[in-house]
């Protein structure tokens, strides 16, 4: 079910071809609506470290054990910090956007091919 989870995480996020949430709400019924929550999640996370890469400020960010991460944001304009906690596959959809990546301190993914390769036979 988790593998399940993610996979619809990824492609809410493909700008190529992403899944539709009106087109696919049935998809979201039950235990998969928390792929919606991670994806916003993920995409407000995205626009605060564009933010942060903009103003040139480095987010702290903490190992977690099992491969998750912990990171520590200040607001742009107020004296408050975000503190946000990923495990690691959450880490793995942040890295894959050039903030998050950057956050990180990784090498930004390459994207896969938008058309997907012809089936043989």
């Not at 539709?20 to 470290?49: C, M, P, W, Y």
């Not at 910090?81 to 950057?102: D, I, K, N, Y």
Request: glycine share 6%; net charge positive; aromatic share 4%.
């Amino acid at each position: 079910m988790r593998e399940f989870l993610y996979k619809l995480v990824r492609r809410l996020q493909e700008s190529a071809r992403p899944l539709s949430r009106n087109k696919h709400f049935h998809t979201f019924e039950g235990e998969t609506r928390q792929a919606l929550r991670i994806d916003r999640h993920l995409r407000n996370l995205v626009a605060h470290l564009q933010a942060l890469r903009d103003a040139g400020e480095r987010p702290r960010v903490r190992p977690l054990p099992g491969g998750g991460v912990q990171l520590v944001l200040r607001h742009p304009t107020l004296a408050v910090v975000r503190t946000a906690t990923l495990s690691e596959e959450e880490a793995r959809l942040l890295a894959r956007h050039p903030a998050g990546a950057w956050a990180l301190g990784e090498p930004v993914a390459k994207e896969q091919s938008a058309a997907p390769a012809a089936k043989q036979g």
